[in-house]
Nanobody, 126 residues
């Protein structure tokens, strides 16, 4: 069983940056497949960014509203997934979750991720 633990959330003003981390007890596949999701109060959970990496290539995908502001990355030696969030906006306020265990690039369906963290809160004030 893979365990995920997010950290790095907090309260910031609009325009500032945060970096979220997701430490995994292990990544079970030789190919790395993980994502960040978020859920704002009263709204459904939504995908923010996905990352798929093999030994020869990597693929990152972003929802339109964060494209150019957020960057998903991994440190495979530390079994850690990151989300660098720049130029934060009030609408980015949400609980952020990392998820792993998907099998294909560009996966957004929550059902494709068997492993989930507990979440870290990001609050952006305008």
């Amino acid at each position: 069983q893979v365990q995920l633990q997010e950290s790095g959330g907090g309260s910031v003003q609009a325009g500032m940056s945060l970096r979220l981390s997701c430490a995994a007890s292990a990544y079970t596949s030789h190919n790395f497949c993980a994502a960040w999701f978020r859920q704002a109060p009263g709204k459904e959970r939504e995908g923010v960014a996905t990352l798929y990496a093999s030994s020869t290539s990597s693929y990152a995908n972003y929802r339109d509203s964060v494209q150019g502001r957020f960057t998903i990355s991994q440190d495979k030696f530390k079994n850690t997934l990151y989300l660098q969030m720049n130029d934060l906006k009030a609408e980015d306020t949400a609980m952020y979750f990392c998820a792993s265990g998907c099998r294909r690039p560009g996966t957004w369906s929550e059902d494709s991720f068997p492993y989930w963290g507990q979440g870290t809160q990001v609050t952006v004030s305008s």
